[in-house]
């Protein structure tokens, strides 16, 4: 829609005048037109445009213009020919023109052709006096400030009235409007030649022209813009205006630097951007060609469709503001468009150097493109944040300045402080201030007017993770001012104006440092109560013997009597506790001089430099022993603690080592345990520690002859009543090379205190099935073997193992094997110890209950033994013929057995008496020099094959009770 397109011709609509009639033919004497003529075409203009109603003004007006045409002179032949002053020009005559000079038109004089005089102008020429009577008497007036008005016979211009309506125009007004014309002038808007009317007359100038006059735009027929500057002044005498357009350039400003608008046009298109305009005055919507593809590229119909069109929104709320009284504004808002499209809307009012609102302005810019892209960085950003706030190690961003720009959560943890506290800080402030660079200086080279001060961890390096570099320890202060030891990984990255930040990542290494600390300590500090341990104080008394006083040194072990009823009653945990509670009561009130240690679980040791500064080594050992004898409370519960103590002393003469003097001390202390049942305390005499010595040596002579097959078995054979061998039983002895037979009651304790008992169990139990799965036949059955066991027992983990392949490797049947287990190691047997051995009754092996009735279980247990025989212990089988309580109990364990379907077997018949007692209760075998003493193999082998031993005259012996 044009601007145009309002307006109609307004003489149309009078039905005066004819828009195409002819001029009339002129005077051939003076070639003007006649007086009654002219006021005639006058008075029809005059009721064209005003009606019929003739004012004042209008009336001066037209006889000014009728006076002025009546007295005008006529033009010397020669100006005629040449300029044609007020010729029609072509196409003012009718056809057969005969080349006399046609009649003027009085309605076509223009107001637009003054010549400036002394010019000589190709153009018509108008007489001053019709001059003046259209702007007065007098030189034309300059229109206000700004460039002089170029002459106004070639400059477009129009005469209007008081109520801005258009009177006149010229031809080069109608030209710059886009109001075709035929080439000929003058040219009347009000009667067109040949029907080509400009359609301006009666049309306001407001509707024409819109803007300020400084910087206005003329409206184009095809709603083109062309931009102006309007000159004004009022004609004298009349309530008429005279109205110059001066043309100004599109962009004066950019005229050097554009090149061709279509270079505008083709970049707009690749920014998928295109621009609108809305002319206030006229209501015109104007969109640029690059809008118009943009919309057809996205499928938009602009218009609506029948509704409102794409701006619509925009124009009207920026209209609301303008009637609410805002002069300006603007407005932004996204369209959503199928398919994640977007356009972006913007749009504002455009006003004039003084104000006034000229027109709106808008941009519609496709950002699909850049809201994809966005998104994308959003969700990047996002991750990262996301990635830094799980990350455990502490991250910081620091400028150039060496000021903490972010951090994350993990920095804000590590230092335990806030961001907003961070944020901002100098890096300086992170760490300890005893630890700072002292060569640190203002680095005036990365931080230009500074002078940044940067703790020495902190290094301008090249940008890049190839440049970045690593601390090793670097401590850092936290939010309580306590240290945290930090492992720093520093780099450089770009910032985005072209500056760049430090990245650094902190990794707390306290629990590696303190973890590195007890490894460097481990060999010579007690992990649990930081006391010197035992490697530390054989150090300290080989210092010492060292020295000039090295006769008057002192060492004292003390071990914790019955310690392990605190571990199994209230845990190790309080165990623990305990012991730090008591080695610090050690340092605390042991003498000066005396150095307190730990050797192992709760075992310590009291070093003393000179035991005469403390009343002698006999004071010293009962000092420690009272420290050591104390009440501590444990978890809330009194725990009484004793020790048994061991003294040893260096003698001034001899070689002592410090490894020799710990071992007296200790051996002492061993003996005063087996002495004394608590709180006992010894001394190191040569005695002990030649019994300690020896068993020293005996341990590991016994731990070689396990490994080299050193020991042999002698057999005990087990007989029914009537002499039968039923079984025998294994019974390790030791042939000493050096030290001739020893005896199991002097190595069966070495071999418990060195952990060996597993071993010899082991080896017997090899050696007992080999020989056993040889042995001789009578009657066509084998007696079984009986192996003791006190090291392998069914609660360990490879108990059934260890059994099942001794019988596999030997080939003895498995009902030829007899276990006998102690009855302190049947008693609460964990689930898994009791389905191996009932895997193993399965089988065909049975389990028999040695020493029952000596250890900690009632008679009523022996139902809950998983145990098929009872041995009825020596120590009721010695006096069951004369002492009625040894014959009570053996009848009762008797009587239990048979009816629970168990055998028993009685230990240590030595008498006939005995043997006719037990055998009058019931005893359904037997064992004892009676029948035979502990045999070697070959022996055994002669008895086998005889298959009886002799036994007792079946007269019986009469029973306790009876007598």
Not at 648 to 672: C, I, K, N, Q, Y
Request: glycine content about 10%; charged content about 25%.
């Amino acid at each position: 829609m044009t601007a145009g397109g309002h307006v109609e011709e307004l003489g149309h609509h009078s039905g005066e005048g004819s828009a195409g009639e002819q001029v009339a033919e002129a005077n051939e004497t003076d070639g003007l037109i006649t007086d009654a003529v002219a006021q005639g075409d006058l008075l029809r203009s005059r009721q064209a445009v005003f009606g019929r109603e003739v004012q004042p003004q209008t009336a001066l007006y037209l006889s000014r213009l009728a006076r002025a045409v009546a007295n005008a002179q006529p033009q010397p032949e020669g100006e005629r020919a040449a300029g044609g002053a007020t010729d029609g020009g072509p196409g003012a005559g009718g056809p057969g023109d005969d080349g006399a000079e046609p009649a003027t038109d009085p309605c076509a004089i223009q107001v637009a052709e003054l010549v400036e005089p002394g010019t000589d102008s190709s153009g018509p020429r108008v007489l001053p006096a019709l001059r003046d009577a259209v702007f007065g008497i007098g030189p034309v007036p300059p229109a206000g400030p700004g460039p002089e008005i170029v002459p106004l016979p070639s400059a477009p211009a129009l005469v209007c009235d008081r109520s801005q309506r258009i009177l006149r125009v010229n031809a080069a007004l109608l030209k710059l409007a886009g109001r075709g014309t035929d080439g000929s002038w003058p040219f009347d808007t009000a009667r067109s030649v040949n029907g080509q009317g400009g359609g301006l007359f009666g049309m306001r100038l407001p509707q024409l022209v819109v803007g300020p006059d400084v910087d206005a735009r003329l409206v184009r027929p095809d709603g083109g813009l062309v931009r102006v500057r309007v000159v004004r002044w009022e004609l004298p005498g009349s309530e008429l205006s005279a109205v110059v357009l001066i043309e100004l350039d599109p962009c004066p400003d950019l005229d050097a630097r554009v090149v061709d608008p279509r270079w505008t046009a083709e970049l707009e298109r690749l920014a998928r951007v295109g621009t609108w305009t809305f002319e206030l005055a006229t209501s015109t919507l104007h969109r640029s060609e690059t809008l118009e593809e943009l919309y057809r590229s996205l499928g938009i119909d602009p218009d609506g469709a029948g509704s409102a069109p794409v701006e619509g929104e925009q124009v009207a709320l920026l209209c609301r503001g303008l009637r609410s009284g805002a002069r300006d504004g603007d407005h932004h808002f996204d369209l959503q468009l199928p398919g994640n499209r977007m356009l972006s809307c913007w749009a504002e009012v455009e006003c004039a150097k003084d104000g006034t609102p000229v027109r709106l302005v808008g941009v519609v810019h496709d950002v699909s493109a850049e809201r994809v892209a966005r998104r994308r960085v959003e969700l990047s950003g996002q991750r990262f944040s996301d990635l830094m706030a799980i990350v455990p190690a502490g991250v910081a961003l620091v400028d150039s300045t060496g000021r903490i720009v972010d951090a994350n959560t993990g920095m804000c943890r590590l230092l335990d402080t806030s961001l907003e506290r961070l944020r901002g800080a100098p890096s300086t402030s992170l760490s300890v201030d005893e630890l700072l660079d002292p060569d640190a200086r203002p680095l005036e080279a990365t931080c230009p007017g500074d002078g940044a001060m940067l703790p020495g961890w902190l290094r301008p390096v090249p940008p890049g993770a190839r440049h970045a570099y690593r601390v090793g320890a670097v401590p850092l202060r936290r939010g309580d001012d306590t240290t945290v030891w930090c492992e720093v990984s520093v780099s450089v990255t770009s910032a985005d104006d072209d500056g760049w930040f430090w990245l650094v990542a902190c990794t707390d290494i306290s629990e590696r440092r303190r973890a590195a600390e007890v490894l460097r300590s481990a060999g010579t500090v007690d992990e649990l109560t930081r006391l010197p341990n035992r490697a530390a104080c054989l150090e300290l008394v080989d210092r010492l013997l060292a020295g000039a006083s090295r006769y008057r040194v002192a060492v004292v072990c003390g071990d914790l009597d019955d310690f392990a009823r605190v571990n199994s009653s209230l845990g190790h945990e309080a165990g623990d506790d305990l012991l730090v509670t008591l080695a610090a009561r050690l340092q605390r009130e042991l003498p000066v001089g005396c150095t307190a240690g730990r050797l192992s679980g709760d075992e310590f040791v009291v070093i003393c430099a000179d035991h005469t500064e403390v009343g002698g080594p006999d004071l010293l050992a009962r000092v420690v022993a009272d420290l050591l004898r104390t009440t501590i409370t444990v978890h809330g519960r009194p725990v009484q603690l004793t020790a048994s103590v061991g003294l040893a002393t260096s003698v001034p003469t001899g070689d002592v080592r410090a490894a020799d003097l710990l071992r007296f001390a200790e051996a002492a202390m061993h003996d005063a345990k087996r002495r004394q049942s608590r709180g006992g305390i010894g001394m190191a005499t040569d005695g002990i520690v030649s019994s300690a010595t020896q068993a020293l040596e005996l341990e590991a002579e016994l731990r070689a002859a396990i490994a080299g097959d050193a020991l042999v078995l002698e057999y005990q054979p087990v007989v029914g009543p009537d002499g039968t061998v039923l079984s025998a039983e294994a019974l390790v002895r030791w042939p000493h090379p050096d030290r001739g037979l020893i005896s199991p009651a002097d190595f069966l304790p070495v071999a418990q205190r060195s952990g060996l008992l597993r071993e010899l169990d082991l080896w017997v139990l090899r050696t007992a099935a080999r020989e056993a799965a040889g042995w001789p036949e009578y009657r066509g059955r084998k007696p079984a073997i009986a192996v003791n066991l006190a090291g392998l027992l069914p609660g360990d983990v490879d108990f059934l193992s260890a059994v099942s392949d001794t019988v596999a490797e030997t080939g003895l049947a498995w009902d030829r094997l007899v276990l006998e287990l102690v009855e302190t190691s049947l008693v609460a047997l964990p689930p898994h110890a009791l389905a191996a051995m009932a895997e193993l009754v399965e089988r065909g092996l049975r389990f028999a209950v040695d020493d029952f009735g000596t250890g900690y279980s009632s008679l009523a247990r022996l139902k809950e033994l998983p145990a098929q025989t009872v041995k009825v212990d020596r120590a009721f089988v010695t006096g069951i013929a004369d002492d009625p309580a040894d014959f009570a109990v053996a009848r009762a364990v008797v009587d239990m057995a048979r009816a629970m379907g168990r055998t028993t077997v009685a230990e240590g018949v030595e008498t006939a008496d005995q043997f006719h007692v037990l055998r009058g209760i019931g005893v359904d075998a037997y064992q004892g020099w009676l029948f035979s003493r502990p045999l070697p193999a070959l022996r055994l082998r002669d008895v086998l094959s005889r298959g009886r031993l002799p036994t007792p005259a079946s007269t019986p012996a009469s029973t306790p009770a009876a007598t």
